[in-house]
């Protein structure tokens, strides 16, 4: 788990440097820009992130305060939310998107061969399947 971490740690503290955003804000801006017209109903986009409930509201909040997205309610649902992505929120991840694939390329891919790129994949396809198995368990 070192690599993880280390590379999680990098990733975050890289976004936080250069955007002044987490790795969290990341995910929901990035979900956010690629949903038709940047909206999303708040329990699509917690599917989207795996966050609870309550996480994804507190996060949400920070974010909107911030005026990086804004929360109304759902025409169609009146007990339903929907999260869109605001103009600043739309410019922060247009910046930061490319700076966060350079970075994960420069630190990880960039410095593996062509076999173990593979190997990374197969070994990743391994874990989701499994992670999936156990989900349906639960």
């Not at 169609?76 to 869109?84: L, T």
Request: a positive charge; hydrophobic letters at 40%.
């Amino acid at each position: 788990m070192k690599m993880q971490d280390g590379l999680s740690e990098f990733i975050e503290r890289q976004l936080r440097n250069r955007c002044g955003m987490s790795g969290a804000d990341y995910q929901v801006l990035a979900h956010l820009s690629e949903a038709p017209e940047g909206r999303l109903r708040s329990f699509e986009l917690g599917q989207l992130l795996r966050w609870e409930k309550s996480r994804l509201s507190q996060h949400l909040g920070r974010m909107q305060n911030r005026g990086l997205v804004s929360r109304e309610r759902c025409l169609a649902d009146q007990r339903g939310a929907v999260v869109a992505i605001t103009p600043r929120g739309s410019d922060l991840i247009k910046v930061a998107a490319p700076q966060h694939v350079a970075d994960v390329r420069d630190v990880l891919i960039d410095h593996l061969t062509a076999t173990e790129m593979a190997m990374l994949v197969t070994i990743g396809d391994k874990v989701a399947e499994r992670l999936a198995t156990l989900e349906h368990k639960h």
